[in-house]
């Protein structure tokens, strides 16, 4: 007896007949695999990766900003972004289920090579403006904890980023205490959300999707920042490496899909919160570290600064690393040569991305804030081509079969795409015009 007479012949009168014999033997096994609390908490991984990366030094500086100046108005900008993302990143981790291969060459062999190409090229791109944001920052949270100048501790961390990518096994020491500053960072932002006594009444209007007037540039650079179409499509990438099948899709999506894009949304939110409570009387944009640290003095008064510098020194320098990296496999595969961190040629490219954002920052080191806003805001301009072909593969039923996007995760990913190609267009207008 085949194995489809044995599946049909188990399932009379239910309907399934309809099903594929696939999709049957994943339901039937789905519901005979429980896993325990811990099993569950082992599949978290790729989409809280991607949640770190875009908790860094630019999203924190768009978000103290567009609080300080716009108070609550922008909190909708933030909304959006997350569940936007949420859908990008569960299509980029279905490919990553189910692509034999990894995503660029899976889009080599769907779409064409210059395809794949082109996508790699985007990727590093994108990782180049968010170098430069990465470089500022750590270079400003050192300059604030330690003194001297921002930009020789912008070298400095360059230099140690691009050693930790030779010396993996000390990274993951490293790692480890980064994570910990950040998340003394987000412990410390939520306590001062409440201590700053901000107006939560204001705060809930700012759902309503308002564009107060000169606004425009910092609601693209947190647009690029929280709808990091980057991180999603890298996520591909970390379920493929973590063999990750069909079978985990379910509680992927539970642990760590949504949990780990919603994380940043909130934590970026509640920055707004409390920078307009704390920042947004004056009604001006934060323009310096100091200014920036200034979120945290009604928790701690100055230790609060020292606790801020801190966390934006984590999170840039790790997001230094995640950024890298990533640029440095991708284009690696869209050259041909090796999906893999640890190719000659990824890490070429990872040190030219590291050395482009110490660059610019050397060069334009008079307003550092203003660079980090600028670098975020023109991440938005290659984000629509990504976005595509991240849509456009999750509808390749040869590839996806049962796992390609319903109706409804289209329409999503659709609206993403509209927003992040209206928010280029409007980027390159503002640019034309000015």
Request: some cysteine; proline content about 3%.
């Amino acid at each position: 007896m085949t194995a489809h007479t044995r599946h049909t012949s188990t399932t009379p009168g239910t309907g399934y007949g309809r099903l594929s014999t696939q999709t049957m033997r994943t339901i039937v096994e789905s519901s005979r695999r429980r896993r325990t609390f811990w099993q569950q908490l082992a599949l978290i991984g790729p989409a809280f990766v991607a949640g770190a990366w875009q908790f860094g030094p630019g999203n924190l500086t768009t978000a103290v900003q567009a609080g300080g100046a716009y108070q609550y108005t922008l909190i909708w900008v933030i909304v959006v972004s997350t569940i936007l993302m949420i859908f990008l990143t569960d299509m980029s981790v279905r490919l990553g289920i189910k692509s034999p291969v990894s995503l660029i060459t899976s889009i080599k062999e769907h779409l064409g090579g210059w395809v794949g190409v082109l996508a790699g090229v985007g990727v590093f791109l994108i990782t180049l403006c968010f170098s430069v944001g990465n470089a500022v920052g750590s270079g400003l949270g050192l300059s604030m904890l330690f003194g001297g100048n921002p930009v020789m501790w912008t070298v400095f961390c360059t230099i140690g980023v691009a050693a930790l990518l030779v010396l993996r096994n000390v990274y993951r020491v490293i790692e480890k205490v980064l994570i910990v500053i950040v998340a003394l960072m987000a412990i410390a932002f939520v306590a001062s959300a409440f201590v700053s006594q901000p107006d939560w009444a204001a705060a809930g209007s700012g759902l309503v999707p308002v564009v107060p007037d000169g606004a425009w540039l910092l609601l693209i650079a947190l647009v690029g920042t929280n709808f990091s179409i980057n991180a999603a499509f890298y996520t591909s990438y970390g379920t493929k490496e973590r063999e990750r099948t069909e079978d985990d899709y379910r509680d992927i999506t539970i642990v760590d899909t949504i949990p780990g894009i919603i994380a940043p949304g909130v934590m970026t939110a509640l920055v707004i919160v409390v920078a307009s409570a704390v920042l947004g009387r004056t009604g001006e944009q934060a323009a310096t570290i100091v200014a920036l640290a200034g979120v945290f003095e009604p928790l701690a008064g100055p230790v609060g600064s020292t606790v801020f510098a801190l966390g934006f020194f984590g999170a840039a320098f790790s997001s230094m690393i995640a950024n890298a990296t990533a640029g440095g496999t991708m284009l690696s595969d869209a050259l041909g040569r090796g999906a893999s961190s640890s190719s000659r040629t990824a890490k070429l490219v990872s040190g030219a991305i590291l050395a482009f954002g110490v660059a610019v920052a050397l060069i334009f080191q008079a307003a550092p804030i203003q660079l980090i806003v600028i670098a975020q805001a023109l991440t938005i301009l290659v984000a629509p081509v990504l976005a595509v072909l991240i849509v456009v593969m999750a509808n390749r039923r040869s590839l996806m079969a049962e796992m390609r996007n319903t109706w409804w995760q289209n329409l999503f990913g659709v609206v993403g795409l509209i927003a992040v190609l209206a928010l280029s267009i409007r980027l390159i207008s503002s640019f034309v015009g000015g």
